[in-house]
């Protein structure tokens, strides 16, 4: 679930703010009278954050599957014990020390 969430989120990081920028685009030509060249520099905006926010997306998504496989694969330092073991002497050592 966690992965569905995380291609949700690059869509909505690529597309929102090409959007975004050519809709103000597009508003700014209709109330304000101003020329074409207003959409093409937005849309250019809107290409170039949408590039800088794939970006982060996926260093963030690498940087997660890097952690989640050091995590996998690091051997933990000493085997767990049980806690209601008592504390004993094998038989072998016990031995030598009488």
């Known amino acids: 679930m966690g992965r569905i969430g995380g291609v ?3 869509g909505l990081s690529v597309v929102t703010p090409l959007i975004v920028c050519v ?3 597009v508003w700014l030509m209709n ?3 101003v020329g074409e060249w207003v959409l093409i520099c ?3 905006v809107g290409l170039v954050s949408s590039g800088c926010g794939a970006y982060r997306a996926i260093r963030a998504f690498l940087r997660d599957e890097a952690r ?3 995590e996998k694969t690091q051997q933990p330092l ?4 049980d806690t209601n073991e008592a504390w004993h ?3 072998e050592d016990s031995q030598k020390l009488e």
């Open 8 to 10: 949700a989120g690059f």
């Open 23 to 25: 809709l103000t685009a």
């Open 31 to 33: 109330r304000y009278d």
């Open 42 to 44: 937005a849309a250019a």
């Open 68 to 70: 989640r496989d050091a």
């Open 78 to 81: 000493m085997p767990k014990r």
């Open 89 to 91: 002497v094998p038989p």
